[in-house]
T-cell receptor, first 111, second 113 residues
Framework: EDQVTQSPEALRLQEGESSSLNCSYT??????LFWYRQDPGKGPEFLFT???AGEEKEKERLKATLTKKESFLHITAPKPEDSATYLC????????????FGKGTSLLVTP | DTGVSQDPRHKITKRGQNVTFRCDPI?????LYWYRQTLGQGPEFLTY????????KSRLLSDRFSAERPKGSFSTLEIQRTEQGDSAMYLC???????????FGPGTRLTVT
């Protein structure tokens, strides 16, 4: 069965303090790994899709990377507005189009 | 592009009542998904439509849940005889058949008292 584990569960950073969030996964055949950002009381907002090991995607202060077992979301010089829950999800090639999500990492960036 | 919209945004109901939620996907998207999210958890997949055909259903989707997408545009999710365990955020998402990423709506928060 597909599994997605995110760590840490919660992370507190000072503004400008770079760090990384981890997403470990097991899936029978990966079609894609997805990162989302979710603010309280809102729906997830799409950030990145990664398809194969070695792939990297960047957007502003965020960079996502992928290996065969895990993905990292690197946050460089974060700002308070980066505070949110970051969700990782996998889509398996043989399981239709359902996304299987982890529980997320709750990030708080303080000034 | 107005994004995915959901209605209502909040619903409070008494146990045993029926509720219906509506989702309007991004206009050119032919795939539509329903998920459920409880506090501290990631979204859990419920069901998926390709145009008007319901192609996947999760084990989570009990007999009290039914979803429709009659004309391949908007979708409804009905929960019959609601239970307190149904309290959650119900999320709708859509995607095109040219890409795999799914775009989510704001969700409907259901509270069953």
């Amino acid at each position: 069965e597909d599994q997605v584990t995110q760590s840490p569960e919660a992370l507190r950073l000072q503004e400008g303090e770079s760090s990384s969030l981890n997403c470990s996964y097991t899936v029978s055949g990966l079609r894609g790994l997805f990162w989302y950002r979710q603010d309280p009381g809102k729906g997830p907002e799409f950030l990145f899709t990664l398809y194969s090991a070695g792939e990297e995607k960047e957007k502003e202060r965020l960079k996502a990377t992928l290996t065969k077992k895990e993905s990292f979301l690197h946050i460089t010089a974060p700002k308070p507005e980066d505070s949110a829950t970051y969700l990782c999800a996998v889509q398996a090639r043989d399981s239709g189009y359902a996304l299987n999500f982890g529980k997320g990492t709750s990030l708080l960036v303080t000034p | 592009d107005t994004g995915v919209s959901q209605d209502p945004r909040h619903k409070i109901t008494k146990r045993g009542q029926n509720v219906t939620f509506r989702c309007d996907p991004i206009s050119e998207h032919n795939r539509l998904y329903w998920y459920r999210q409880t506090l501290g958890q990631g979204p859990e997949f419920l069901t998926y439509f390709q145009n008007e055909a319901q192609l996947e259903k999760s084990r989570l989707l009990s007999d009290r849940f039914s979803a429709e997408r009659p004309k391949g545009s908007f979708s409804t999710l009905e929960i019959q005889r609601t239970e307190q365990g149904d309290s959650a955020m119900y999320l709708c998402a859509s995607s095109s058949d040219r890409a795999y990423e799914q775009y989510f709506g704001p969700g409907t928060r259901l509270t069953v008292t």
